[in-house]
């Protein structure tokens, strides 16, 4: 598929939300749950530094019995995150989602971050598109073939 992700960055919204490097796992995880998100950007002075998310949590805090009250992000986030920009493809953003088993990327436009893209947004998107081609396929079909 040669739609750029700028388009579904377009329909679900750019907000981004970040944390910074410095605050509690416990605090990073509120602010997750608050937000209903499972991932958050990791802000060093408006500069990307790393990611946090789900998976983090239950490999490197709960897997390592760390104490999410006494732990900061920086010593469980995810650092040299995979970034993508928005004039990248879905058919692109779907293989590094699969060869680099992430379920989140940070977009970046010349250097200035402008949202984050899910493998959940994308899915999304390319069941609402099979949808949509289906229909229009069944409709063509229903209303007849005119020479």
């Not at 530094?49 to 998976?55: D, K």
């Not at 920086?74 to 590094?96: C, F, H, L, Q, R």
Request: with cysteine; net charge neutral.
């Amino acid at each position: 598929m040669n739609t750029s992700i700028s388009a579904i960055l377009d329909r679900k919204g750019r907000q981004v939300f970040s944390v910074a490097p410095s605050i509690s796992i416990a605090d990073a995880v509120a602010e997750m749950n608050r937000h209903r998100v499972g991932s958050v950007l990791v802000l060093d002075g408006g500069r990307l530094v790393g990611i946090f998310t789900e998976r983090d949590v239950l490999r490197r805090v709960v897997g390592a019995a760390m104490d999410p009250k006494q732990s900061l992000v920086s010593d469980v986030m995810t650092a040299g995150v995979i970034t993508v920009s928005p004039e990248t493809t879905v058919e692109e953003t779907m293989k590094i989602f699969t060869e680099k088993r992430c379920r989140h990327l940070p977009v970046l436009d010349q250097g200035k971050l402008v949202g984050t893209i899910s493998i959940g947004d994308v899915t999304r998107w390319m069941a609402d598109h099979h949808r949509a081609e289906a229909e229009h396929l069944k409709n063509y079909i229903t209303s007849g073939f005119s020479a």
